[in-house]
């Protein structure tokens, strides 16, 4: 057995932990990532100074926590400047049943589980384009977001993706709560979204969240 805070592992992680030198022109494609335990962790990860880079036509599925993740501003490079994921593509990929029930990180003190899982999450990366993925049944099916105070995910094209049967909601942006960072500089463009919101919480097929700035939701087709 293990606690909140020791049942931790990716499946995938890319970390660029130097200042001086980028991780870049890497490739994650074509793998399947499944039934994982993560904890606070994500199936497949990338974070810190890592640039030039694709994941394309993955499945990832069955996992306790976020599907995708490109995050940024964790203080993994020690340089903020470069200190996020950026330049790159998340295109392809099949994204489903990622949901925190059972991962003890997540249960709450009555026994219940905070149910916020991302299929696939931008949390404080940059100029990434996000396409032609099909994420369903996840707890949220794309977000796009900042954790950290003070940055925000910047210039995130979301386009073309099939988003359905999301537990809270199809895509969500911005930061979490005021405190946190935001969304900025984000185009959400011809997606499909459809029968999201299955527990009924109210989150619907798109939620905007705090620190929201010059961003655009069009064409898309929404079907609740």
């Given at each position: ?25 890497i490739?994650?494609s074509?793998?399947t ?18 640039q ?21 501003h964790y ?30 990180a ?6 219940t ?27 949220l ?31 969500a ?26 527990l009924?919480a109210?989150f ?16 898309n087709?929404?079907?609740?």
């Amino acid at each position: 057995s293990c606690d909140s805070d020791s049942c931790n592992g990716h499946g995938i992680a890319i970390y660029g932990l130097s200042a001086t030198q980028s991780l870049n022109r890497i490739t994650v494609s074509g793998n399947t990532v499944y039934n994982l335990k993560t904890g606070w962790s994500e199936s497949v990860t990338l974070d810190g100074n890592v640039q030039d880079w694709s994941l394309t036509n993955n499945t990832i599925h069955h996992n306790n926590n976020i599907g995708i993740d490109a995050a940024g501003h964790y203080g993994f490079d020690p340089d903020e400047k470069t200190d996020y994921a950026r330049d790159g593509e998340i295109r392809g990929n099949l994204v489903y049943d990622i949901d925190t029930t059972g991962n003890l990180a997540y249960r709450n003190p009555d026994g219940t589980y905070s149910r916020f899982a991302s299929g696939i999450y931008v949390d404080g990366g940059a100029r990434i384009v996000v396409e032609q993925n099909d994420s369903h049944e996840n707890d949220l099916g794309i977000q796009v977001a900042s954790e950290n105070t003070g940055y925000n995910s910047d210039r995130i094209k979301v386009r073309n993706n099939l988003i359905h049967h999301s537990l809270n909601v199809g895509i969500a942006i911005g930061g979490y709560a005021p405190s946190a960072g935001g969304t900025s500089n984000t185009e959400i463009v011809n997606n499909t979204l459809y029968a999201n919101d299955t527990l009924h919480a109210g989150f619907g097929e798109l939620f905007l969240q705090s620190n929201i700035t010059n961003c655009i939701f069009k064409n898309n087709l929404l079907y609740a």
